[in-house]
């Protein structure tokens, strides 16, 4: 009996000591195949984001009252025509580019729907603050005034949180 145990007990421990490395061997072979597996997603991933960064800040930049008024000839259209115009045009460029959510954390997403609605708002307000006879040149005079005077602009958070968050990729 003696002998069986000296036989046997050495053996269950090299059988657990086998499994006990194989299993750390596993795992590391599993954490070293995940690691490659993320790299290599990483490599085809991060052009897409920064190309989706790059259509947010231009879906930005299309999406201010400069560059909206160039799209229209401010003599063939009434105030409230270039109101909804503008309106219009912010809603249709969001819409657009709203796949790109998928590509930016919710934080910088967030930041871009709240420079859309105050925009909108903007839109809105100067509309509301001029007298009722007011020409469509007028009321582009005063947005792009407004807008430019008045100091952090809708777009500004979004615009910084996009320029941070593509930082971090490079």
């Known amino acids: 009996m003696e002998q069986v145990l000296t036989y046997t007990i050495p053996v269950v421990l090299l059988i657990l000591a086998c499994g006990v490395v194989m299993h750390v061997y ?3 072979q599993e954490k070293k195949r ?3 597996l993320r790299k290599l997603s990483q490599k085809e991933i991060s052009p897409i984001r920064m190309q989706a960064y ?3 800040v231009l879906l930005l930049d299309r999406t201010t009252p400069e560059h909206m008024l160039l799209e229209v000839n401010l003599n063939e259209i009434s105030v ?3 109101q909804q115009h503008l ?4 809603r249709a460029e969001f819409d657009h580019n709203m796949s790109q959510q ?3 954390s919710d934080e910088v997403w967030s930041k871009l729907m709240l420079a859309r ?3 909108m708002a903007f839109v809105n307000g100067i509309k509301i603050q001029l007298p009722e006879d007011s020409t469509t040149l007028t009321y582009a005079k005063n947005l792009i005034e407004a807008y430019a005077y008045n ?3 809708p777009h500004e958070g979004a615009l910084e949180a996009l320029k941070s968050e593509a930082a971090e990729l490079l």
Do not use: W
């Not at 309106?87 to 912010?90: F, K, R, V």
């Open 26 to 28: 596993y795992k590391n």
């Open 34 to 36: 995940l690691f490659e």
């Open 54 to 56: 790059e259509r947010l």
């Open 80 to 82: 409230s025509q270039l």
């Open 87 to 90: 309106l219009q045009t912010i």
């Open 102 to 104: 998928i590509y930016v």
């Open 117 to 119: 609605n105050e925009m």
């Open 151 to 153: 100091g952090a602009t």
